[in-house]
């Protein structure tokens, strides 16, 4: 998904601007247009803001891989049994809007092929036995998804901001930036013929993730954080210090200001090194 930087609208990807960013990542400094308000920003701009969205539906969006939606007509009072066209294994949200008259509806999740929808009076709406008009949404996902497990932490990081669970998603959010750079070390490894068992050794004997991301990523790859300011500073104090002090203990609540800024950090560094590495990450 796009996100406009100035009036927050979005859009999909076309599978063409998909291709381009595969096949050349300078493609994301390409400029694209807002359909709503008609601004230009790089296609790497849109992406972030795409993914950091604090909207609802594009948050539920970004952790699902499987969306369903249709309408139905329920006798108020009576619970309704909705089967889905496909099986989906993790239901992540239903979201009911009554079409006629307000009605107190809630969904009940049965299993993968359907859920249940509990309707009632409300005693300023429809009636107990009236027909009801009621359109739903479902946000899924398959069980392993096959992706890396940095984006992995990146989705169970989004899903914990879902859930209100501050503290964890700062946490996965910095276990996300970590393991992606793990990664791009690996495979900067693989590209200068070290085995995969002395990789692991060399990533394992090292102190932490500063020595990293400043003294390894830059001697293999001339690629240094520090060389942008801004990112390297919120990264060291909204990322790393906040989740050394969690860790520690000395940090009991993380507000979810401090947990959205932690993630848009660590998706801001992610898109920094993948596009200024030799490496053609896909």
Known sequence: ??????????????????????????FL???????????????????????ISDSLFAEWNFVSNIVLSGSIKVSVGTVYHQK????VPVINKIFLTCIDTHTDVAPVYDHGHAFRVISSATGHGAKIGDTQKIDWLLYGRT????????????????????????????????????????TLIEKLFSQKGI????????????SGIYHKVHKLLPELDKIALKENKEINKKWQKSVVEKRNTIAHGAIE???????????????????????????NLK
């Not at 889905?84 to 099986?87: A, F, G, N």
């Open 195 to 206: 085995t995969q068992e002395a990789s692991n050794i060399i990533l394992e004997s090292m």
């Open 143 to 182: 069980k392993n998804i096959k992706i890396p497990v940095w984006q992995k932490f990146i989705i169970q990081a989004k899903e914990e901001l879902l859930q209100r669970q501050y503290n964890l998603s700062l946490l996965t959010s910095a276990i996300s930036f970590e393991s992606f750079v793990d």
């Open 29 to 51: 400094n390409e400029e694209t247009k807002c359909n709503g308000c008609g601004d230009r920003f790089p296609y790497v701009e849109g992406i972030i803001q795409g993914i």
């Open 253 to 279: 609540e993380v507000s979810k200001e401090e947990a959205r800024e932690a993630f848009e950090t660590v998706i801001r560094a992610i898109y920094y090194l993948a596009q200024n590495t030799s490496l």
């Open 84 to 87: 889905l066209e496909q099986e």
């Open 1 to 26: 998904m796009l996100g406009c930087v100035s009036c927050s609208s979005g859009r999909t990807l076309e599978p063409n601007e998909i291709q381009s960013i595969h096949a050349n990542k300078a």
